[in-house]
T-cell receptor, first 115, second 113 residues
Framework: KQEVTQIPAALSVPEGENLVLNCSFT??????LQWFRQDPGKGLTSLLL?????REQTSGRLNASLDKSSGRSTLYIAASQPGDSATYLC??????????????FGTGTRLTIIP | SQTIHQWPATLVQPVGSPLSLECTVE??????LYWYRQAAGRGLQLLFY??????ISSEVPQNLSASRPQDRQFILSSKKLLLSDSGFYLC????????????FGPGTRLLVL
């Protein structure tokens, strides 16, 4: 059974610092890995998606890496801003048959950027 | 682009009462639809998914059920709510057709008292 772990559970950093969020998964047979952002009381917004054959994806100040063999992914946020404060979730996708596509989520890292 | 609607946004229900949460989708056809629950301090738990009208797969045995009466409608139900059913319920979709991103609705917060 796939399990996804995110460490740390919570993180507070001063504005302007670079930071790294970690995600690990137990079964390397994934189709892709996705990072989401969730603001309090809201739904999830997709940030970056890395296919299993890729090593990293970048979008603006965000960079996500994937090491499938070791079951790890990191989300790097450069020059953090107060607006980056949110919970960040990673999820791995597994396909086990036609139409049987599922995401397994980590418990998230709650990030607070201190002005 | 697709839009996911969920209602109600917030719901407070007594233990033992029935439940019906609705998710409707606009801007796409024949999506895979998903119901997740997010309990306090826990990750998202996949409850049900559907690849088409009338097709429901259950991930976790419990007192909840799901139905898909129309291509763009996904309903989560219960005959008798438990305290443990409290949580944040999210509807999501995959459009398929080579696109990999999963899109989420705004969620329904359910409090069972």
């Amino acid at each position: 059974k796939q399990e996804v772990t995110q460490i740390p559970a919570a993180l507070s950093v001063p504005e302007g610092e670079n930071l790294v969020l970690n995600c690990s998964f137990t079964d390397s047979a994934i189709y892709n890995l996705q990072w989401f952002r969730q603001d309090p009381g809201k739904g999830l917004t997709s940030l970056l998606l890395i296919q299993s054959s890729q090593r990293e994806q970048t979008s603006g100040r965000l960079n996500a890496s994937l090491d499938k063999s070791s079951g790890r992914s990191t989300l790097y946020i450069a020059a953090s801003q107060p607006g980056d404060s949110a919970t960040y979730l990673c999820a791995v996708k597994v396909i086990s048959g036609f139409g049987n596509e599922k995401l397994t989520f980590g418990t998230g890292t709650r990030l607070t950027i201190i002005p | 682009s697709q839009t996911i609607h969920q209602w109600p946004a917030t719901l407070v229900q007594p233990v033992g009462s029935p439940l019906s949460l609705e998710c409707t989708v606009e801007g796409t056809s024949n999506p895979n639809l998903y119901w997740y629950r997010q309990a306090a301090g826990r990750g998202l738990q996949l409850l049900f998914y559907s690849v088409g009208i009338g097709q429901i797969s259950s991930e976790v045995p419990q007192n909840l059920s799901a139905s898909r009466p129309q291509d763009r409608q996904f309903i989560l139900s219960s005959k008798k709510l438990l305290l443990s059913d409290s949580g944040f319920y999210l509807c999501a979709l995959y459009r398929g057709l080579g696109e990999e991103t999963q899109y989420f609705g705004p969620g329904t917060r359910l409090l069972v008292l």
